[in-house]
């Protein structure tokens, strides 16, 4: 029989989580039925999500989980705010947590390892504490940020204020502004730009640990759980493309293709242009499509040796082994390429990368025909 082990229970953050999704699951539809909601509620709840959202994805991930750009104190000044009102901790405790993560992914040692299962890569992580809790000896570099420091020390009471009373008072000076209820608006504020806002940003931030290690394809590598994925992307600002972010942590993109949706890669983009950011890490596109052609590499091989096993004729295995082969050629070619470091043209990868999908979708071709 599987027993809850009260005895490791993270008390005061399971009453949060619990009690925060409650009041919005309840607390909320009650209020809309009641009030309604107008657009400054409305504004007001997306200002709040965008700014937090934004501020775990670029400011506690991408810049100091992984300083994948530098930022001047305004942009670490206003993540470091609204990061603490996604009430996730601090910014050191969770970049601490999430540098184990990608030194341990999968394993012993990983805080949200999804070997454990969904529930606990999502949650039950946070919901129990770990006996002994591990030291947070990786995140010196932060430690030396006294902005970071400032945050870790009134975390709580920074999120209390901005991030539930501040919307609190604005739903009432609105109201009280246009001659209506004011507790009514601060009700408002309360639950919609403060509880749901919570709540929405929160498991946001959680399917990241959950979902982008559980849905989606591994175009970069099938070493680890990650996976990218669109929808995910669309949910969590872009963090979506976790397989890709997983390979290079230390790139500021996570969509790394033009067509794929990272707002907070954009954001990174254009508080670059504005001089906010600097020192943007990319990852050097024969690097990435030497990944893509190592991985393509070694499905191919899988199959081969599936095949091998089934094959109907000694033509078809011949042809398979033909494709392998290819792969195996262009794969080495731009393997040397990249390490003497020959400038490749844009053209030129995309030729590869294409030649590379066609021979995969052959592969695959091949598959369905033996399936059939
Ligand atoms: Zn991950
Ligand atoms: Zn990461």
């Known amino acids: 029989m599987y027993r809850i082990p009260l005895d490791r229970v993270n008390w005061i953050t399971s009453s949060f989580l619990i009690g925060t999704a409650l009041t919005a ?58 990061g603490a009102c996604a009430f996730e901790n601090s910014c050191l405790d969770w970049a601490s947590d999430h540098r184990r993560h990608h030194k341990h992914v999968d394993h012993e040692g990983d805080p949200y390892d999804i070997s454990k299962g969904f529930m606990w890569a999502h949650i039950g992580w946070l919901m129990f504490k770990l006996n002994p809790e591990p030291p947070m000896d990786n995140v010196n570099d932060l430690r030396k940020d006294k902005l970071v420091m400032w945050q870790h020390k009134y975390v709580h009471w920074i999120g209390l204020v901005v ?7 604005l739903g009432y000076g609105w109201h009280a502004w246009h001659g209506m209820d ?6 408002g504020g309360f639950l919609i730009a403060g509880v749901a806002r ?50 290079f942590q230390h790139d500021y993109r996570n969509g ?30 024969g690097k990435i499509l030497l990944a893509e052609m190592r991985e393509a590499r070694l499905r191919a ?17 011949d042809a398979v082994h033909e494709i392998t082969e290819r792969l195996a050629a262009n794969y080495h070619e731009l393997e040397k390429a990249v390490a003497d470091r020959v400038h490749l043209s844009r053209e030129v990868l995309d ?17 369905e025909t033996l399936a059939a």
């Not at 004011?182 to 009700?187: D, H, M, R, V």
């Open 301 to 317: 091989e899988k199959h081969l040796a599936e095949l091998r096993e089934h094959a109907p004729s000694q033509t078809f295995s």
């Open 198 to 247: 919570i709540v929405v940003a929160q498991h946001c931030t959680f399917f990241i640990n959950s979902l982008c290690h559980t849905i989606g394809r591994q175009p970069y590598s099938s070493g680890h759980s990650a996976r990218d994925s669109a929808i995910m992307a669309f949910l969590t600002f872009g963090e979506g493309y976790h397989n890709y972010h997983h390979e």
């Open 163 to 169: 991030g539930l009373i501040v919307p609190t008072a």
């Open 182 to 187: 004011p507790w009514t608006g601060a009700l």
């Open 351 to 367: 030729r590869w990368q294409a030649e590379t999908r066609q021979m995969m979708r052959e592969l695959n071709r091949m598959r």
């Open 25 to 82: 699951l309840i607390g909320l539809p009650v209020y809309l039925f009641q009030h309604g909601i107008d657009a400054f509620q409305f504004g007001m709840f997306a200002f709040y999500l965008v700014a937090t959202m934004m501020s775990i994805t670029l400011g506690y991930h991408r810049l100091f989980s992984h300083i994948s750009f530098k930022a001047k104190w305004p942009v670490r000044f206003f993540t470091l705010v609204f």
């Open 256 to 285: 790394v293709k033009p067509w794929q949706w990272d707002p907070t890669k954009w954001t990174i983009w254009t508080l670059a242009k504005l001089g906010l950011v600097e020192g943007l890490r990319r990852v050097p596109d």
